[in-house]
């Protein structure tokens, strides 16, 4: 067997994932309780992934208030009670050896839930969207609360990583985004200003979780006067600076625009970001061939593959990338005779 960066272990602080595929976060919609708690649909979705040798599973954007939903079908960790069915799909994840992570987020001006929406500035996402209030500095300190007491329910669920979402046009990306960021404190105005509110974020998340810490960014709006890969390589390295281990580096989804998608398209944003700011990258974005996955890491224009799409159509595609790779693979005892020659 060849030795292949995909199949090698990776380790980030005290957690070691057995290879390099993650399952990138997917919104599923499937929450039909409309109360945030896990449905059967999930149990199945995501341990079918666990028993597929995904190294790492990390759950769909996961709401830290109830109206930072992107709908009324999203998952949440807003109340203790969610805690218990997460901490009951951890465990399951994890007994056919995958690592657990959960996606923090906040829609902001992108949720669709009922009653008012928040932003950083009263601009709605399109002309068909509604305009949504903006944060008072008390509610932006009630929101960082929201994110601290999320981060710490995830750790009371046993989860092994947390990401923060701040990509995809949602509250933290608008934060900092010049195009939907127009504030005159302390939140606007300049490229730090704009980055503060992610700084307080990680700094509250901090303060109750010591394991790895992702943050998932989108590196270019894609319009005029929007921010670009060359201000998120600035913000990479703030980010490194508060305690952020890796940036999963995603783009677009702030402004509606048209992007030239192709596989791995977001993958040079992915390069850049690890060799300027000398942090840890996640590459995301039409990655479907395991060649195209082994060709971004030994190249070194990534650490970790997120698989998406992919992974709805096919839960056990690191086997066949072990296949076409040539490589080694464990499987569960009940699996194994599938995979004899």
């Known amino acids: 067997m060849k030795d292949r960066l995909l199949f090698s272990p990776f380790t980030i602080k005290d957690v070691t994932l057995k290879n390099r595929i993650v399952m990138s976060p ?7 309780n409309k109360k ?36 009324e079908l999203d998952l949440g960790i807003w109340e203790d009670d969610h805690i218990i069915k997460l901490a009951e799909l951890v ?24 009653g008012d929406i928040f932003a950083p500035s009263s601009i709605p996402f399109d002309q068909n969207s509604r305009t949504p209030k903006e944060l008072t500095k008390e509610q932006i ?19 092994d990583i947390i990401e923060i979402h701040a990509a995809h046009g949602y509250l933290i990306n608008e ?13 606007g105005g300049s490229l730090e200003n704009r980055y503060r509110f992610l700084k307080e974020v990680i700094q509250a998340v901090r303060k109750v979780w010591e394991g790895p810490l992702f943050v998932r960014v989108s590196a270019s709006d894609y319009v005029e006067g929007g921010s670009t890969i ?4 600035q913000i ?52 479907t061939s395991p060649l195209q996955a082994e060709e971004i890491l030994k190249n070194n224009r990534a650490d970790l593959i997120f698989v998406a799409r992919e992974l709805l159509r096919n839960p056990y595609w690191p086997y066949h990338a072990a296949n076409e790779l040539n490589a080694k693979i464990e499987s569960p005892t009940q699996y194994e005779r599938g995979w004899r020659v």
């Open 91 to 114: 465990q399951q994840i994890k007994s056919y050896g995958a690592k657990t992570g959960i996606q923090l987020a906040h829609a902001g001006r992108k949720s669709n839930v009922s």
């Open 36 to 71: 945030g708690f896990l449905e059967d649909f999930h149990f199945t979705h995501y341990i079918s992934r666990a028993v597929g040798q995904v190294g790492l599973i990390i759950l769909e954007a996961t709401a830290v208030t109830p109206e930072g939903r992107i709908s």
């Open 230 to 233: 060359n201000d998120y390589v």
């Open 175 to 187: 934060f900092l985004s010049p195009l939907s960021n127009k504030r005159n404190d302390e939140y």
């Open 236 to 287: 990479a390295k703030w980010l490194k600076e508060d305690g952020v281990d890796l940036i999963d580096v995603s783009s677009g989804g702030l402004v509606p625009t048209n992007i030239d998608v192709y596989p791995g398209y977001q993958v040079p944003f992915s390069e850049k970001i690890r060799q300027e700011a000398n942090i840890k990258t996640g590459a995301v974005g039409l990655i």
């Open 141 to 159: 300190k009630e929101t960082v609360e929201k994110f601290q007491l999320g981060a710490k329910r995830a750790k009371d669920a046993g989860f």
């Open 26 to 32: 997917m919104c599923m919609y499937s929450a039909a």
